[in-house]
């Protein structure tokens, strides 16, 4: 009875450790990647606080100075907030860490990945001053704030090309400049005002810090872009923000499935033990076979396919988990292109997942069957490749078709913002039809997840191709309608008539056309 007493303890806390090393498994570099985003969104916030402390009181400096008077008291013009330090060290994920022994690693990581889910579970905060977003209304507004700030640094901006272009801010130097590597002219000005040195010295420090961001900077909070407008900035923080609420989602859901694969796990290790039990003891089976059988037997007929279903979903979605919460999704049968919209993920448990349909509908479908499907997780995937294909007219001159080719390789160059390559290619000829086959296929910058902005970009493309195609006197015209002389009457005159598919004399002359 002891050893029974001691192995329950011993089960728990294997099925435990199991369950933990799948949370890490799915969720630990995700959480890793949110939390280092939020802490760069802090450092780059408190760098453009201290900018806007710097502007003001270098003013009030002037001020004073004009009128012959000196400051009292000496400016700090420090980025850091709160005590933090200057420096942004984005981690990276670790294979293995030092400890001595396996328990011990998995107790730290588990440490790790706590802490850092803790601080995700609130609000985003921005530091400083500014209060914590609880809402994308709210994230959005304090992200344009900042950013209002941030395009008053000129050392940020990006020469723009034109009167109307947009603000825009370098990734690289916003990132340099909000860990202290690099020097703005209104912070050296400041630190003059201050007394920090001489202006030789700030100038040398400025020169010190041009190559602190020659290299690029792994960068979770805007990823990719290496040119930030306000729409960029902005969408960055949304994405933050939602990262963070949906990453605490899906640990949530994920511990729901967790909870009972762990109560099934000590059912089975209560099921085993009275079996051993009965054994121990000398139990008669003969007694008890038959009715056993004819229970269970009954069970299996009354239940069917249920429990083996559940409990095939329910492994599905807890091992392998093709998607989780939030994830944009494509859902078919193997083989088979996708009848479906793209779709999200709601909600996931041990039944059934619930969706989001592009029309706003809740679906559900049981996990069983979706281990039978293909899932294509638009969340995960890398951007995408788009196909367009152009029908162009059969007769138009070769220096035209190359005039489309050109000008559409100049558009994709100019909207750099929503495409980063192009490639070309007449694929096939339809003389039958009157066409060419040109096929764009154009790659987006946008995730694959964010079909809004895709298929926003991929319009916008199509219609300066028809615009384009207009102008330069590129019509496509339909094939006239065949006009076949059909056989005389009797007696009377030849009728003329339009081609059907009854007609039988497929060798009649036609009138202006190409057979069909």
Same mark, same amino acid.
């Given at each position: 009875?002891?050893?029974?007493?001691? %192995?329950? =303890?011993?089960?728990?806390?294997?099925?435990?450790?199991?369950?933990?090393?799948?949370?890490?498994?799915?969720?630990?570099?995700?959480?890793?990647?949110?939390?280092?985003?939020?802490?760069?969104?802090?450092?780059?916030?408190?760098?453009?606080?201290?900018?806007?402390?710097?502007?003001?009181?270098?003013?009030?400096?002037?001020?004073?100075?004009?009128?012959?008077?000196?400051?009292?008291?000496?400016?700090?013009?420090?980025?850091?907030?709160?005590?933090?330090?200057?420096?942004?060290?984005?981690?990276?994920?670790?294979?293995?860490?030092?400890?001595?022994?396996?328990?011990?690693?998995?107790?730290?990581? /588990?440490?790790?990945?706590?802490?850092?889910? &803790?601080?995700?579970?609130?609000?985003?905060?921005?530091?400083?001053?500014?209060?914590? !977003?609880?809402?994308?209304?709210?994230?959005?507004?304090?992200?344009?704030?900042?950013?209002?700030?941030?395009?008053?640094?000129?050392? #940020?901006?990006?020469?723009?090309?034109?009167?109307?272009? =947009?603000?825009?801010?370098?990734?690289?130097?916003?990132?340099?400049?909000?860990?202290?590597? #690099?020097?703005?002219?209104?912070?050296?000005?400041? !630190?003059?005002?201050?007394?920090?040195?001489?202006? &030789?010295?700030?100038?040398?420090?400025?020169?010190?810090?041009?190559?602190?961001?020659?290299?690029?900077?792994?960068?979770?909070?805007?990823?990719?872009?290496?040119?930030?407008?306000?729409?960029?900035?902005? %969408?960055?923080?949304?994405?933050?923000?939602?990262?963070?609420?949906?990453?605490?989602?899906?640990?949530?859901?994920?511990? &729901?499935?967790?909870?009972?694969?762990?109560?099934?796990?000590?059912?089975?290790?209560?099921?085993?033990?009275?079996?051993?039990?009965?054994?121990? /003891?000398?139990?008669?089976?003969?007694?008890?076979?038959?009715? %056993?059988?004819?229970?269970?037997?009954?069970?299996?007929?009354?239940?069917?396919? !249920?429990?083996? @279903?559940?409990?095939?979903?329910?492994?599905?979605?807890? #091992?392998?988990?093709?998607?989780?919460?939030?994830?944009?999704?494509?859902?078919?049968?193997?083989?088979?292109?996708?009848?479906?919209?793209?779709?999200?993920?709601?909600?996931?448990?041990?039944?059934?997942?619930?969706?989001?349909?592009?029309?706003?509908?809740?679906?559900?479908?049981?996990? $069983?069957? #979706?281990?039978?499907?293909?899932?294509?997780?638009?969340?995960?995937?890398?951007?995408?490749?788009?196909?367009?294909?152009?029908?162009?007219?059969?007769?138009?001159?070769?220096?035209?078709?190359?005039?489309?080719?050109?000008?559409?390789?100049? $558009?994709?160059?100019?909207?750099?913002? @929503?495409?980063?390559?192009?490639?070309?290619?007449?694929?096939?000829?339809?003389?039958?039809?009157?066409?060419?086959?040109?096929?764009? /296929?154009?790659?987006?910058?946008?995730?694959?997840?964010?079909?809004?902005?895709?298929?926003?970009?991929?319009?916008?493309?199509?219609?300066?191709?028809?615009? $384009?195609?207009?102008?330069?006197?590129?019509?496509?015209?339909?094939?006239?309608?065949?006009?076949?002389?059909?056989?005389?009457?009797?007696?009377?005159?030849?009728?003329?008539?339009?081609?059907?598919?009854?007609?039988?004399?497929?060798?009649?002359?036609?009138?202006?056309?190409?057979?069909?």
């Amino acid at each position: 009875m002891l050893l029974a007493g001691l %192995s329950r =303890p011993l089960v728990e806390a294997a099925v435990i450790f199991y369950i933990n090393n799948l949370t890490l498994k799915h969720f630990e570099q995700r959480a890793l990647e949110a939390h280092t985003a939020q802490k760069l969104l802090r450092r780059v916030v408190a760098a453009s606080r201290a900018a806007e402390r710097r502007a003001a009181d270098a003013a009030r400096q002037r001020a004073l100075k004009s009128k012959g008077l000196k400051s009292r008291s000496a400016v700090s013009f420090g980025v850091t907030s709160n005590g933090a330090d200057v420096s942004i060290t984005i981690p990276q994920r670790q294979d293995s860490i030092q400890s001595a022994s396996a328990m011990q690693e998995h107790a730290d990581r /588990w440490a790790v990945f706590f802490a850092q889910l &803790k601080s995700l579970s609130g609000p985003l905060e921005f530091g400083e001053d500014l209060q914590d !977003a609880v809402n994308v209304v709210q994230a959005r507004r304090r992200a344009a704030r900042v950013f209002g700030v941030l395009a008053q640094q000129e050392a #940020l901006l990006i020469e723009s090309h034109g009167d109307g272009a =947009p603000v825009a801010l370098s990734r690289r130097k916003l990132l340099a400049w909000a860990s202290g590597r #690099l020097q703005t002219p209104a912070a050296m000005a400041g !630190a003059a005002f201050a007394g920090a040195g001489s202006s &030789k010295d700030a100038h040398a420090r400025a020169g010190s810090s041009k190559d602190a961001f020659a290299e690029p900077v792994s960068d979770p909070l805007f990823q990719s872009n290496e040119t930030l407008d306000e729409e960029t900035f902005v %969408s960055a923080i949304e994405r933050t923000y939602k990262e963070q609420r949906l990453l605490t989602a899906s640990v949530a859901s994920f511990d &729901k499935i967790n909870g009972v694969f762990h109560k099934v796990s000590v059912a089975v290790w209560a099921i085993t033990l009275a079996a051993v039990l009965i054994v121990v /003891w000398g139990f008669d089976f003969a007694v008890w076979i038959i009715p %056993s059988v004819s229970v269970i037997a009954s069970l299996i007929v009354l239940m069917g396919r !249920a429990p083996g @279903d559940i409990l095939s979903g329910a492994l599905y979605t807890l #091992l392998f988990r093709p998607f989780h919460i939030g994830d944009r999704v494509l859902i078919s049968k193997p083989g088979f292109k996708p009848q479906l919209f793209s779709m999200i993920v709601r909600e996931i448990d041990v039944v059934r997942t619930h969706f989001l349909t592009s029309h706003g509908e809740l679906l559900y479908i049981e996990n $069983y069957l #979706l281990r039978q499907m293909s899932i294509i997780n638009l969340s995960r995937s890398e951007p995408t490749w788009l196909l367009i294909r152009v029908q162009a007219p059969a007769a138009t001159p070769v220096a035209k078709m190359t005039e489309i080719a050109d000008s559409v390789r100049l $558009y994709v160059a100019e909207k750099n913002s @929503d495409w980063s390559a192009v490639d070309l290619q007449y694929s096939s000829t339809d003389f039958a039809a009157g066409h060419l086959n040109l096929d764009i /296929w154009a790659a987006s910058k946008h995730a694959a997840a964010e079909v809004g902005k895709i298929y926003t970009a991929r319009s916008g493309l199509i219609l300066f191709i028809h615009t $384009y195609m207009q102008s330069a006197g590129i019509e496509y015209v339909q094939p006239l309608i065949p006009v076949r002389i059909t056989a005389p009457a009797m007696g009377g005159l030849p009728g003329v008539g339009l081609t059907s598919p009854d007609t039988k004399n497929d060798h009649a002359p036609h009138m202006g056309c190409n057979h069909q």
